[in-house]
């Protein structure tokens, strides 16, 4: 017997904090209105959100005018804001991104413009002055930038849904969404558990976010291809190796920023992450395969042209991954002090990333929409951290699409 669908104003695919940020917002503004969230896993912040390193970024490495530029900025306010009010732990420890050779001193004097560009506060490091700051790093100098901090994104997760909860929302999760479908007057959801109507739709899918979009036939020229981020933490006793968040200057011709030593905000400290090819969207274990999603790579000519890219980055990345000694060189590159037995198991992270057609990678935030819905389609680091103004964004896409219809 064929189940009555139920019916909501909003529905949300996605208890992340993108889509949780939003389901509070909404509400916060919209009192009256039916709002549901699904997801299908059995918590919150189960994927990007609760594998991330727990920075809260101030913007430095982001094109000035650019989305992740505007909403780091605004969300890194926004996000210890939203912690002050509701005693959630976290801490501005400040960061440095250390430069180990002349090329990469060269580097980071781009990186001091940008970050003025972007009206970030920072500071030049001599050697000394570093030293002063992190006996245990080496290097021939430093920017330091005062406002990045430390949170736990899972505890900021789980209290947007209590407020979402306490404003009247609805969170369903184990609800796997398996088909949509949009007419004139909104979009009907059918999920494993229950179907679903609601008048608009806000997709925060991540790593489901391209298919969620062929569900409904709305054209794209991007695919989700999913990188593993691996971590490692450090051994107990070297909880205090370092007083701020330490971070190598980036190549601006690679696509991530390489393995640095972060504090996490229960005090321990994780190295990583790296940024090794997965074979499987949801794949946090050691050894993950999925036919469906290496058969949907494959059949995508970005992936190709990616690959024809990068492929050396890849090589490289893989065997680290596999070659502990070949990870930690990265890391005493600026920490010397660290050794092989210090590299503790840590939870893997899998990044959610947009890859266009024609094989460049999409490094700004990405938002695709039909009449009835709207879907955050790349939302890479700084997601976590520019939540608040991502979901004000969507709130305002939305209130148009309302005026419209």
């Not at 184990?174 to 179907?195: C, Y």
């Not at 390489?258 to 992450?273: A, C, F, N, Q, Y």
Request: glycine share 8%; aromatic share 10%; net charge positive.
């Amino acid at each position: 017997m064929q189940k009555t669908p139920m019916e909501y104003d909003i529905a949300i695919i996605g208890a992340g904090i993108v889509g949780l940020s939003t389901a509070w917002q909404l509400l916060q503004k919209y009192p009256g209105k039916r709002l549901v969230v699904l997801d299908k896993a059995a918590h919150v912040a189960a994927h990007q959100t609760g594998h991330n390193s727990g920075v809260i970024h101030a913007g430095v490495y982001y094109a000035p005018g650019s989305l992740k530029a505007k909403f780091c900025k605004q969300g890194a306010a926004a996000t210890k804001a939203f912690c002050q009010a509701h005693n959630i732990a976290y801490e501005e420890c400040g960061k440095l991104l250390v430069a180990t050779n002349k090329l990469e001193l060269q580097r980071m004097d781009a990186l001091f413009e940008r970050c003025q560009n972007n009206d970030l506060e920072v500071h030049y490091l001599t050697q000394a002055q570093l030293h002063q700051r992190e006996p245990n790093v080496v290097g021939k100098g430093a920017l330091f930038v005062p406002s990045t901090g430390i949170v736990s994104y899972r505890a900021l997760c789980e209290k947007l849904a209590e407020l979402v909860a306490g404003l009247g929302g609805e969170i369903h999760l184990g609800t796997q969404v398996i088909g949509l479908q949009e007419d004139a007057s909104g979009v009907s959801i059918d999920a494993n558990r229950h179907p679903f109507y609601a008048r608009y739709l806000v997709s925060c899918g991540g790593l489901m976010a391209d298919r969620l979009t062929k569900m409904l036939g709305i054209k794209t020229d991007f695919q989700i291809v999913p990188f593993r981020g691996e971590y490692y933490r450090l051994s107990p006793h070297h909880n205090q190796i370092v007083n701020h968040l330490i971070y190598p200057i980036p190549d601006p011709d690679l696509p991530f920023l390489g393995v640095h030593l972060t504090r996490m905000i229960d005090g321990s400290v994780t190295v990583g992450p790296n940024a090794v090819q997965g074979w499987k969207r949801e794949g946090y274990g050691r050894v993950n395969v999925s036919i469906k999603d290496i058969s949907s790579m494959f059949s995508f000519p970005g992936y190709w042209r990616l690959i024809k890219d990068y492929w050396k980055i890849g090589l490289k990345e893989t065997y680290n991954s596999w070659y502990r000694a070949g990870y930690l060189k990265q890391v005493k590159k600026y920490c010397p002090m660290v050794q092989l037995s210090d590299l503790e198991p840590y939870p893997a992270g899998i990044r959610a990333q947009a890859v266009m057609k024609d094989g460049k990678l999409m490094h700004d935030f990405l938002f695709v929409q039909s009449p009835r819905t709207l879907h955050v389609c790349n939302a890479p680091s700084p997601a976590a951290t520019s939540a608040f103004p991502i979901g004000q964004y969507i709130l305002n896409k939305l209130e148009q699409k309302m005026l419209e219809s």
